[in-house]
């Protein structure tokens, strides 16, 4: 099993700094257009799956996750936005993956799955649209464009959340699976 040592530390830096600047690429591509904001998962699907899933395939041991969240973390401290919406789901979906990975003894179908968890890094950004929409209404009037927040609102009917998550889980995979291929991971251990 290939775990931690010196190389592989040094390794999970670099990783954990090209997660959280992708994580802030989803997110800034929100200020683009309101439809991007309210597509964030299917983007991080899109970028976030060929970093974590690169990680969880050359480090096949406990803590790789915790160390995504834990750059999350301090990149939200540094921009001060480490409040609990964006930090709470961030320990979760740590916790989910790393309970994943060990159960199924890092496995390639293990790391996929918490592939896929670990793309949801931006969920209590954009989670809000749907579960908080009166706060993301004045937060985008506060600090977007004019009509910017009603856009945002008229492209985030409830059925858009169930449709973002399903189109996002399915490029996480297919990302996974193709970086996977690409670099020549190893899939059977």
Same mark, same amino acid.
Do not use: H
């Given at each position: 099993m290939n775990g931690w040592n010196k190389k592989n530390a040094l390794w999970m830096i670099l990783y954990m700094i090209m997660y959280a600047a992708t994580t802030a690429i989803v997110c800034v591509t929100g200020a683009i257009h309101p439809v991007l904001f309210v597509c964030y998962q299917i983007t991080a699907g899109l970028l976030?799956? =060929?970093i974590v899933i690169h990680a969880f395939r050359r480090i096949k041991a406990?803590?790789?996750?915790?160390?995504?969240? @834990? =750059?999350?973390?301090?990149?939200?401290?540094?921009?001060? #936005? %480490?409040? %609990?919406?964006h930090v709470i789901p961030i320990i979760v979906t740590a916790v989910l993956a790393e309970i994943i990975r060990a159960? !199924?003894?890092?496995?390639? !179908?293990? #790391?996929?799955?918490? !592939?896929?968890?670990?793309?949801?890094? !931006?969920? =209590? &950004? &954009?989670?809000?649209?749907?579960?908080?929409?009166?706060?993301?209404?004045?937060? @985008?009037?506060?600090?977007?464009?004019? =009509?910017?927040? #009603?856009?945002?609102?008229?492209?985030?009917?409830?059925?858009?959340?169930v449709v973002v998550i399903i189109i996002g889980v399915m490029l996480s995979v297919l990302i996974s699976n193709v970086i996977t291929k690409l670099f020549a991971l190893d899939r059977f251990s």
């Open positions: 976030l799956p =060929g406990p803590g790789v996750p915790v160390c995504f969240a @834990a =750059g999350m973390i301090l990149l939200f401290l540094v921009i001060q #936005d %480490a409040a %609990a919406w159960i !199924t003894k890092y496995s390639w !179908t293990g #790391d996929v799955i918490s !592939t896929v968890i670990m793309s949801f890094s !931006t969920f =209590g &950004y &954009y989670g809000q649209i749907w579960f908080n929409r009166n706060y993301t209404y004045e937060c @985008a009037v506060e600090e977007m464009p004019a =009509g910017y927040a #009603d856009a945002l609102m008229v492209a985030s009917p409830v059925w858009t959340f």
